[in-house]
């Protein structure tokens, strides 16, 4: 998979570095990763929530989440946000 917008992982950890090793982990999964249907990502992510077209992961033991949207067919991963936990409750980024 391609991961469009890294530099969103770099700008959050420099923002919160105790989330680096978690997102430069997830970085080299899904950079490895040749998924087809969210059930292939289910099984190495099965935490992972699908909310409408986007994929919720948690991040750095459930203290991040990083929403992004996965095209399975084109191979790539958008990453939308990345958030505290309590920015996540928000909600704010539903809409």
Do not use: C
């Amino acid at each position: 998979m391609r991961i469009i917008r890294r530099s969103a992982l770099v700008q959050f950890w420099s923002k919160h570095p105790n989330a680096k090793s978690s997102l430069e982990s997830w970085y080299a999964v899904m950079r490895a990763a040749t998924w087809r249907t969210p059930a292939d990502l289910k099984n190495i992510y099965p935490n992972a929530d699908f909310v409408g077209r986007r994929t919720v992961f948690n991040i750095g033991g459930n203290k991040y989440r990083l929403i992004a949207r996965v095209n399975y067919t084109a191979q790539r991963i958008f990453v939308l946000y990345l958030l505290t936990h309590a920015e996540y409750d928000r909600g704010d980024w539903k809409r």
